[in-house]
Every structure is written in structure tokens, then in C-alpha cells.
């Protein structure tokens, strides 16, 4: 016997997968919120009419239109005056599909969290949707960053199927990193630290790992620490040092310059002398051996070192490129998960040295593997295209390389890649990690966005995942559907989503802070910040000193709509009320390091930093202050150096 919701929506579970009994529960859920009825639990055959029923395509035999139906998703809707079917490809696009009937409904997810969320009431609607879709990409995927507590990311986890995303990844064995800078409030002077532990960012990842699986999400996993933790040597965070290690542990280390020691003391920097069996061998019994202990994982990074030009220099190493020994520990990888009985899928990176493509060896088992291109040196001033790649990329020199900024450069690394290498593949890419903050509108972000995401066919990725604070939603989550909304249906023009957007979140003046906030992107001049334009430029500095007359004169709209009847909209316009005095401030600021004036500057820079720190609970949930703080040391060189 299936089981019923009852009342005047009745809603069959065909298959008890955990995730399909999920997305019985979040349909019961947003359809009563909606006041289409109160719902009870009963048993009921699974042939019973006057059903909404879920489960998988074989339950109604209906074919799949898919290549993987682990990784690929599909759901088909047929519901008509509340009665049909609702199927996916597999669990999870069941859940997908839930909530894009209910997206047809009216519904909408405007941010994470219960504030974020838009339920109309719908008593009485005729409750017909009919339509099958299935993503322009396979790879859909958010990665944490920045600074987070458990309810942060519990609440992104959430949030993330409703805008059609599909993988969330947890980068190390336990995320300490990101965990401990909220709970110790490591940039923020009136919070009292709280002693995080890493036993206690341990039982946070847990936890949070369940909340993937329940909704059957592919959870992805690691990354940083491979070349560290095998031998050891803790690598919780690119903040830890260790100065020295035992004389066994160090003749593993890469010796650079005549010396094996930990890179400038941060173990995640450190790469490891690859020509040695030994250690190649001590890595991937340490990766069999976690994905033994970690069974939910579905995508393992393994990454070399976060650190550059410190390859080993010894006479074995430089005898093959660093590439040449990073795919021979890939094969020997595949070969000993083969032999365990081992399936899950391996990602590999094109980050720094491994940009350059292999000259000896060719990945043995591509099925096994996932491509990543890890383009973190380009510039966000413009968007993929596949127009205009070189056909040539420089010539590797041994701990004496730099890194390509234009698009184009960093385009011509994986088409060369790809000569060797024709299995699945994704970018991985950092819109939301650091480059938002240069544009506190989000329009040119979101714009740049919608056009990449565009551009990964014709490039040859299938997907994204975003490496980002999970913060990123101040004032708004514009930039965020535009990525989850486009990485499904490829098709869709920014700004037919972004007009959809802002009357959601906003109601009946949302066309006039789209118009508000597209200005607010062009005054602060992202590519100015990011010192691709011309700084000297006088009208961009004139520009900055009319900010804060424009932010005042929109004022009263804000003003008029901080009451709004409904509380998500009203939300919205509380973050956009906060958000136009950390304008104000913001482009002061920038405005008086334009004008040479360094003390004050740094006078102006310090007051706003206060502001925020004071402030912070208000905009917890949507601003990442820690991340914006550290970007700001990223522009130092320019923003506050004499």
C-alpha cells in the first residue's frame, strides 16, 4: 500500500525512496501552506484515482531521456484538477519536479530560508500543470566558502533544488575552515568567539551530509588536503601554519631550492615529490580508504597542492611535468578503487601547473573521471565565448610560470586539455566568491553570469558548479537564480529573469529597483575595481561622488515599501534599506582613494568596517562580511597602499 495525503489534495507515494517520501512531504507542505487544504496521512492503492502521485520514470514506464540517470535529470508532469502524476528520472528529480509544479503554481524562492519564500494562496485553483523538462547541463552545483554557521548552509542546502540545482560540495574532510571563522566571528570585534572545535565542525558536516542525501542531491567532497593529511599533517585551513615536520614526513615534501619543507608554513600550499612511489602510493590508499569510511560520497576531488611555482625540483620529478605525475596518480587511483569494488566518480582539476596538459600520460579510464576547470586568475569584465582562443598556450618553465586573466587564455589551457582528455567535464568558478562584492548592484555579475553559462556548450563544459560564500544574497538572490535558473534552461535571456525576479521580490514597484540597481552596477564600475579599466579615468571618479545623491533620492520608494503586507517582500525591502547606507559608504570610499587622499581612505574604510561589524545580524543570512572584508585586503595594493 502507497501512502495518501488526504483531504482536498491527495498525494501518493509509488515508490518509498527517502527522497521521493521528501517530496511527498514539501508537496503536502507548500500546498497547504498555500490553503488548498489540511492533509492527513492514510494508506491508499497505488492505482487509486483523484491523486497527485509520485515517484520514478520505470513506475509509470515512462522511457528515460537520458544518458545517466545518476547524473542526469528529467521530470514529466501530468497533473490535471489535482489528479496525475508527478515522475523523475531518478529521486532526486522527483523533488525537482515537485517543485517545479509548484513553480507553475505561483510559488517562488527568493533567497534562502523561510523569509526567502512566496506562497500564494491558491483555494480554489484549478491545479493543472503539464510539461517535461530536462536541464541544458548535467553539472549544477554549489560549493561552500566563505564564513557559515550550521543554519546558513542548511538553509542553502534547501534552497538549492528549488532553483533546480542538483550537487552541493563540501570542500575538506570537515569544513572546518569556513565553520570556524563565523563561530570564532573572526573578523567582527563585538562578537564574543565561541571555541569552535573540529570534533564539533565534524558533527556539522554530518549532519549537513544527511540533508544532501534526503534530498538527493550529489554530494561532493574534499578536495584541499591530499598532499597533507595522508602524511599527517593537518591541513584545517589556509590560515594554519606549521613550520616544521619530522625528518620521515619531510623527505616526502617537494624540494624547492635545495630544501623539502611546508611552503611559507601552510601544508595546503605544499606540494609533494610526485616521482616517489611511495607517496603517490601513501595518497591513494588515503582516498580508498576515506571513500571506504564515506560511502554517501558521489563525486571525490583530488587536488594537488593550493600553492604555485613549487613544484619538486629533484632529478627524478623534473624528468615529467608536474600534469605527468598528477595523471599517473589518477590511473593508479582508478586501479585500486577497481579492485576494491569502488564506483565513485573521481574529479580532477586544471588549477595553476595543471593548467598545462599532460605530454606522456593519457588518463587510462575517462568514465572514472570528471574534468574541472578551475579558471580562479581570469577577469569576470568578460564572459566566456569560444571566439578568439589562441591556438598556442605558453610554454611550461619548471616553478617559473604565470597565469593567464583573459577568458580567452584561460580557454586555450582546456582546449588544449581537451586533446587529450573527452570525458564529462565542468567549470568551477568564483562569481560569487570574491567579484560580487565590486558590484553591489549584482547586474553586471548576474549578466556576465547568464552569458557564461551560455557559452559552456559551445566550449565544451557541461556544467558549474559555483565556488562562493554561501552569503551572496545582498540585497537580493538576482545573481543566484539567474546561475540556477540558466544552468537548467540554457535558453533563457537575463533579463527576462531578472524582470521576473524583482516583481516577485519587490511587488509593484520591483521595475523600478531593477532600474535602481542596474544604475548602482554601472556608477561603482565593476571592472574599475578590479582594475581592468582605466582608474585615472576623471568621469569614473565624478561618478562615485553622485552615488550617494542617487541612493538618497530613491530613498522614499525604499521607505514606503518597508511595511509591505507580505513578509518575505518586506524583507526584501529591509535588505535593500540597509544596503543603501553600506552604499553611501562603500562608494565614499572608493571615491577618496580615486582622489589620492590615503588617510582618509583608510579613515572612511575603518568606519565602514565598523558599521558592518555592528550591524552584522541584520544581514547575517545574505552578506558575508568576513568574505568582504578579505576582498577588500585582495585590493589593498591599490584601495589603501600609499
Not at 36 to 51: L, M, N
Not at 300 to 307: P, S, Y
Not at 543 to 552: H, N
Not at 574 to 600: N, P, T, W
Amino acid at each position: 500500500m502507497a501512502k495518501q495525503y488526504t483531504d482536498s489534495i491527495n498525494i501518493s507515494i509509488i515508490n518509498n525512496n527517502p527522497t521521493i517520501v521528501f517530496s511527498a512531504s514539501e508537496l503536502k507542505k507548500y500546498l497547504n501552506r498555500a490553503k488548498i487544504g489540511t492533509a492527513s496521512e492514510t494508506d491508499v492503492s497505488a492505482s487509486s484515482e483523484d491523486v497527485i502521485k509520485l515517484g520514478l520514470y520505470s513506475d509509470f514506464d515512462i522511457t528515460p531521456n537520458v544518458k545517466d540517470i545518476t547524473f542526469d535529470d528529467s521530470y514529466k508532469i501530468e497533473v490535471y484538477n489535482g489528479t496525475g502524476y508527478i515522475a523523475g528520472v531518478n529521486p532526486r528529480s522527483v523533488l525537482l519536479g515537485v517543485y517545479r509544479f509548484l513553480y507553475e503554481l505561483g510559488c517562488r524562492w527568493i533567497r534562502p530560508g523561510e523569509d526567502g519564500e512566496i506562497i500564494p494562496e491558491m483555494a480554489g485553483k484549478d491545479l493543472t500543470v503539464s510539461l517535461e523538462s530536462a536541464p541544458s547541463y548535467r553539472h549544477r552545483g554549489i560549493c561552500i566558502e566563505g564564513a557559515v554557521s550550521y543554519e546558513n548552509v542548511y538553509d542553502i542546502i534547501d534552497w538549492a533544488p528549488k532553483l533546480g540545482f542538483n550537487s552541493y560540495f563540501i570542500q575538506f574532510r570537515e569544513g572546518y575552515a569556513f565553520f570556524e571563522r563565523w563561530y570564532n566571528h573572526l573578523k567582527n570585534p563585538y562578537k564574543t568567539p565561541e571555541g569552535f572545535s573540529v570534533e564539533r565542525s565534524t558533527e556539522i558536516v554530518r549532519s549537513l551530509e544527511k540533508e544532501i542525501k534526503k534530498r538527493g542531491l550529489l554530494y561532493q567532497a574534499v578536495g584541499h588536503g591530499w598532499t597533507c593529511e595522508p602524511f599527517g599533517i593537518p591541513g584545517l585551513s589556509w590560515a594554519q601554519r606549521v613550520d616544521e615536520v619530522d625528518p620521515e614526513t619531510e623527505k616526502y615534501l617537494a624540494m624547492v631550492n635545495g630544501k623539502r619543507q611546508i611552503w611559507g608554513g601552510v601544508p595546503l600550499n605544499t606540494n609533494l615529490c610526485y616521482s616517489n612511489p611511495e607517496v603517490r602510493k601513501i595518497v591513494i590508499n588515503s582516498i580508498a580508504d576515506y571513500l571506504t569510511r564515506h560511502k554517501a560520497i558521489d563525486v571525490l576531488h583530488f587536488w594537488l597542492a593550493d600553492g604555485c611555482n613549487n613544484q619538486c625540483e629533484c632529478k627524478n620529478c623534473v624528468k615529467h611535468s608536474p600534469t605527468d605525475f598528477y595523471v599517473l596518480m589518477l590511473n593508479e587511483l582508478d586501479e585500486l578503487l577497481t579492485e576494491k569494488g569502488i564506483d565513485t566518480k573521481i574529479v580532477f582539476l586544471l588549477y595553476f601547473e595543471l593548467l598545462w596538459p599532460p605530454v606522456e600520460f593519457r588518463i587510462n579510464n575517462p568514465d572514472r573521471f570528471i574534468l574541472m576547470l578551475a579558471p580562479i586568475t581570469r577577469t569576470y569584465s568578460q564572459s566566456f565565448s569560444a571566439d578568439y582562443i589562441p591556438d598556442t598556450i605558453p610554454e611550461y618553465k619548471r616553478n617559473n610560470i604565470s597565469f593567464p586573466s583573459s577568458v580567452a587564455e584561460n580557454l586555450a589551457f582546456l582546449n588544449k586539455w581537451r586533446e587529450v582528455f573527452k570525458g564529462d567535464s565542468f567549470d568551477f568558478d568564483y562569481h560569487f566568491m570574491w567579484d560580487h562584492y565590486y558590484d553591489p548592484g549584482q547586474f553586471e555579475t548576474g549578466r556576465i553570469l547568464n552569458e557564461d553559462i551560455k557559452k559552456l556548450v559551445s566550449i565544451g563544459l557541461n556544467g558549474f558548479i559555483s565556488c562562493q560564500v554561501q552569503r551572496c544574497f545582498f540585497p537580493n538572490g538576482l545573481g543566484m537564480t539567474v546561475l540556477g535558473k540558466t544552468l537548467w534552461d540554457n535558453s533563457l535571456a537575463f533579463e527576462d529573469i531578472a524582470d521576473e525576479y524583482f516583481r516577485v521580490a519587490y511587488g509593484a514597484d520591483g521595475d523600478k529597483v531593477k532600474e535602481y540597481l542596474r544604475r548602482i552596477s554601472a556608477m561603482f564600475n565593476p571592472p574599475l575595481l578590479r582594475g581592468d579599466a582605466d582608474r585615472s579615468d576623471k568621469m569614473a571618479h565624478e561618478t562615485y561622488s553622485q552615488i550617494e545623491d542617487f541612493v538618497r533620492s530613491f530613498e522614499p520608494v525604499i521607505k514606503s515599501n518597508m511595511n509591505h503586507s507580505d513578509p518575505a517582500l518586506a524583507r526584501s525591502w529591509d535588505h535593500l534599506d540597509f544596503h543603501s547606507e553600506f552604499c553611501i559608504r562603500y562608494s565614499k570610499v572608493i571615491e577618496a582613494r580615486l582622489s589620492g587622499d590615503i588617510e582618509k581612505t583608510r579613515k572612511l574604510w575603518t568606519e565602514l568596517k565598523d558599521f558592518m561589524c555592528r550591524n552584522e545580524d541584520r544581514i547575517q543570512p545574505v552578506f558575508d562580511i568576513y568574505e568582504f572584508f578579505e576582498t577588500f585586503d585582495i585590493m589593498t595594493t591599490w584601495l589603501l597602499d600609499r
